[in-house]
């Protein structure tokens, strides 16, 4: 079955960075594009950013562009979430997901566990 499973959040104060791991196990990770999502408390869960399946193509929120990074290794089967100039409002559950629709950001069938991201002021 899919598996993705989520690491290297954290608690960072404000100007921070951090770089989230997902690794992925169960599919063939490069035919996908992949996506993070994150969702704060009492918040629904919001796209952040996706990449395609070869890296050619990359979007954001408007809320995280140019202070994040999304990046993927195939050979690893990993997708990375560089997040610089962190914010409080950054401050959510980051959620990987596959299959990520391009265009839309429709988030695919398929989800991490997540990780805590928590920026102090």
């Known amino acids: 079955q899919v598996q993705l499973v989520e690491s290297g959040g954290g608690l960072v104060q404000t100007g921070g960075s951090l770089r989230l791991s997902c690794a992925a196990s169960?599919?063939?990770?490069?035919?996908?594009?992949m996506g993070w999502f994150r969702q704060a408390p009492g918040k629904e869960r919001e796209f952040v950013a996706v990449?395609?399946?070869?890296?050619?193509?990359?979007y954001y929120a408007d809320s995280v562009k140019g202070r994040f990074t999304i990046s993927r290794d195939n050979a690893k089967n990993t997708v990375y979430l560089q997040m610089n100039s962190l914010k409080p409002e950054d401050t959510a559950v980051y959620y990987c997901?596959?299959?990520?629709?391009?265009?839309?950001?429709?988030?695919?069938?398929?989800w991490g566990q997540g990780t805590q991201v928590t920026v102090s002021s």
């Open positions: 997901n596959t299959n990520t629709d391009l265009w839309s950001h429709r988030p695919g069938d398929y």
């Open positions: 169960g599919l063939t990770f490069s035919r996908y594009p």
């Open positions: 990449i395609s399946w070869n890296a050619g193509s990359t």
